[in-house]
């Protein structure tokens, strides 16, 4: 599990509201959102993981910091994590104008020209692929 070493965000953090426009690394910003506040992932500071390494979750998150941009996004938005480290962490972070504070901003930032129900998929914490329902009714 990541730990709380640091309280604001690296100069890259994708949470900032100056961040590069759609740089989310590999990732898109439906999945990225989603798996970094909707099912509220212990998200690592990105600049401390070598994403190359296909095993970073067990072999690099346990020693590197929360990311600080994530932990404030979760309080400007008033978002409480369930995880009791997590929301240790959120709340040990102060809430900071630099930093998205809505869902709406990040996605206004991340995809211009999105279609519209991007930030509602995003918002739900499973994918359309996930939903096994809707393969066996199928």
């Not at 599990?1 to 759609?22: H, I, N, Y």
């Amino acid at each position: 599990m990541p730990k709380l070493g640091r309280k604001t965000p690296c100069q890259e953090c994708p949470w900032l509201r100056k961040s590069a426009p759609g740089y989310l690394g590999d990732d898109n910003p439906e999945h990225f959102f989603r798996a970094s506040v909707t099912r509220e992932s212990l998200m690592p500071c990105h600049m401390q993981i070598d994403y190359s390494d296909p095993d970073w979750a067990n072999t690099q998150l346990p020693g590197v910091d929360f990311c600080a941009g994530n932990l404030i996004f979760y309080r400007n938005w008033l978002k409480q994590p369930r995880n009791p480290d997590l929301y240790a962490a959120t709340r040990a972070v102060n809430p900071s104008q630099h930093v998205f504070l809505t869902p709406e901003e990040f996605f206004e930032h991340h995809a211009p020209g999105r279609d519209p129900g991007m930030m509602q998929r995003a918002l739900w914490p499973y994918a359309p692929e996930d939903d096994v329902y809707d393969r066996e009714a199928g």
